[in-house]
């Protein structure tokens, strides 16, 4: 094997080499099992004597870092970390907040009851459309000229995603409006860069999704959490002082609630009023369970204040890490150029594919099929809760793949029994900022079906209420 090493430094030649070897070790430029060149090798390599190959060879054995094995040569053992971290932990202020992930960014492994919120099932993915879409985009790129793509994203995929939100969200809107991003998390992200200055007020739903907090905290704002209630968002307690309120108004995260009509138009005012921007996080709305999808706020928004988020995390799968954001024409170039200084522009083979599979109706196809069977699996949980009304009210629901309940009584340990039982469900503390009063869960129905409902509402039973028995 190669191996890099610089003899600069004070020092004789042997301890030169000796101290080059040892921070090869510890970089990791070598990993452990590996095999160093023979001494003769690397003597000659290095232009010195074996001996002091072979000295230096000996004192890293001697210090646990290399064995050797008769006629096979000296190997690499299990390095030791490296000492005291050289670089400067980030201080208070912005970036203090990057050295706790938020809670629901620990995104749940699978266990044998599985509720995870926001997580959709990769095997009901149309597979054999997406393969077709991907030959053709790759066909189609094989034939192109090397240049950079475009920052705000692929022309084909913003003019599907304008055609999409026109007839399912109630948007007018033109493919220039749009900047393609990695998620709606990114989004969230260019958002608070080109819009939120530390020491701003950020207003957010209490309880409310911990990553957009993250993201808002991390810029140095002070985030401002708002009490939301049958109908949303109490537009009344908003700070004056906010500069930007992100809402999720479809299917409020993590509760459900759709935020009112009445709400709505209160929220542009107010934001007209105070010169704020909105953030509307539309992440699941496709999915309504009543009636026609309630049409995005953004559709009222008559002067720019709304700034609307998309992901295909739900409608697909968050593997593909692909979303967009509806730019308020007065953020749109200085988004598009946060956008190109952060990560230059979305990866071209996957967005035409998606537009692909948009143009061609198996988006639309995969849609369809999915809202009938979220609606399927969403009577069925609604039902298997309804069989203990002693230990949890389930929250009224008409959209999105999660439901939420709230406890009748608290459940000490929660998490802890959550897990003794292998049921993976998020409790909904650690979606409050403050004090979240009696605690609930968020449970995804995103893959889960069928008898497997049954029996993971009867674990959670077990958990919640000891083995309470149905009515
Ligand atoms: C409130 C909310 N917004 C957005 C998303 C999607 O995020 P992303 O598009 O970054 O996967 C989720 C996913 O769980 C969510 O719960």
């Known amino acids: 094997m190669q191996i890099h090493l610089s003899l600069d430094g004070a020092g004789g030649l042997g301890q030169r080499l000796y101290e080059a070897l040892r921070r090869a070790l510890l970089d990791g430029q070598v990993a452990p099992g ?15 004597s074996r001996r002091l190959v072979v000295e230096a060879y000996e004192r890293l054995a001697a210090e646990g870092f290399l064995g050797a094995t008769t006629g096979r040569g000296t190997f690499v053992l299990r390095v030791p970390p490296p000492p005291q971290q050289t ?34 099932d990769r095997a009901l993915l149309p597979w054999a ?89 991390a810029r140095g704002a002070r985030v401002v959490p708002v009490p939301v209630d049958q109908q949303g968002l109490c537009v009344d ?59 995005a706020l953004k559709s009222l928004d008559r002067d720019g204040r709304v700034a609307y988020l998309g992901s295909f995390s739900k409608v697909l799968h968050a593997d593909l890490r692909l979303g967009y954001l509806l730019m308020p024409p007065g953020l749109a170039t200085a988004l598009t150029r946060a956008r190109a200084f952060n990560d230059g522009y979305p990866p071209l083979v996957t967005q035409r594919a998606l537009a692909r599979l948009m143009i061609g109706g198996d988006f639309a196809r995969h849609l369809r099929r999915m809202q009938r069977l979220y609606a399927a699996r969403r009577t069925r949980l609604e039902k298997a809760l309804a069989e203990y009304p002693r230990l949890w009210t389930p929250l009224p629901q008409v959209a999105g793949i999660h439901m939420a309940l709230r406890f009748t009584a608290p459940v000490p340990d929660l998490a802890a029994r959550l897990d003794a039982a292998d049921v993976r469900a998020n409790p909904l503390a650690p979606f409050h900022a403050g004090d979240p009063g009696l605690d609930g869960l968020l449970l995804g129905f995103g893959v ?21 028995a149905p009515r």
Do not use: K
């Open 34 to 48: 590996e095999r160093l060149p023979p001494s003769r090798v690397l003597a000659a390599e290095l232009g010195l």
């Open 87 to 120: 670089l400067r932990q980030a201080g208070p202020g912005p970036g203090a907040h990057w050295r706790s992930p938020p809670a629901w960014a620990g995104r749940l492994a699978p266990g044998r009851h599985n509720f995870p919120g926001g997580v959709t």
């Open 129 to 217: 459309a997406w393969r077709r879409a991907m030959m053709a985009a790759l066909r189609e790129t094989s034939r192109d000229i090397g240049f950079y793509g475009d920052p705000q994203g692929e022309a084909s995929l913003r003019l599907a995603i304008a055609r999409y939100l026109g007839y399912s969200r109630g948007l007018a809107c033109d493919g220039d409006a749009l900047l393609i991003t990695q998620g709606a998390q990114q989004g969230l992200d260019l958002l608070a860069r080109v819009r939120v200055a530390p020491g701003d007020t950020v207003a957010m739903e209490e309880p409310g999704y911990p990553p957009a907090r993250a993201v808002f905290e």
């Open 237 to 295: 307690e908003l700070p004056a002082s906010a500069s930007l309120v992100y809402v999720t108004p479809s299917h409020q995260f993590p509760l459900g609630m759709p935020m009112s009509l009445e709400r709505r138009l209160a929220l542009l005012a107010f934001a007209r009023r105070h010169d704020a921007l909105v953030v509307e996080d539309d992440y699941d709305g496709e999915f309504r369970f009543q009636g026609r999808p309630l049409d």
């Open 448 to 468: 889960i079906d069928g008898d497997a409902i049954d029996r993971g509402v009867a674990a959670l039973a077990e958990v919640v209420g000891g083995a309470a």
